[in-house]
């Protein structure tokens, strides 16, 4: 893996970073993604031993500065995985289209 974007270290001392497009916790990828606090199942758990937390990344919770910061280094790896070829191109509007239907209420 390469050097990734520190997001933060942990009360243990463990790096938290953005790498090759995953959140990871030493080194280890964690999510890909960062969810929201309020759409998370167990958010008041989260929010209890985390006060400031706003979204996380896994099992890692992160404030809002972190997060931003966590969302920008997923976007630049995104950016520089972006494939350019037309058939990619169609296959991400196909997959972007089938997430709308989805969250309309298709199945």
Do not use: Y
Not at 53 to 67: M, S
């Amino acid at each position: 893996m390469s050097h990734g974007v520190l997001i933060k270290t942990t009360e243990d001392g463990r790096r938290v970073e953005v790498m090759d497009g995953w959140v990871c916790l030493a080194g280890v990828p964690e999510a890909d993604r960062l969810v929201e606090i309020l759409e998370h199942p167990n958010r008041q758990a989260i929010l209890r031993a985390v006060p400031g937390a706003t979204h996380v990344a896994g099992r890692l919770p992160l404030t809002h500065e972190q997060a931003a910061i966590a969302q920008g280094a997923l976007a630049a790896a995104r950016r520089e995985d972006l494939d350019a070829r037309p058939q990619a191109l169609a296959q991400r509007i196909r997959r972007a289209a089938w997430a709308k239907a989805v969250a309309d209420g298709v199945e």
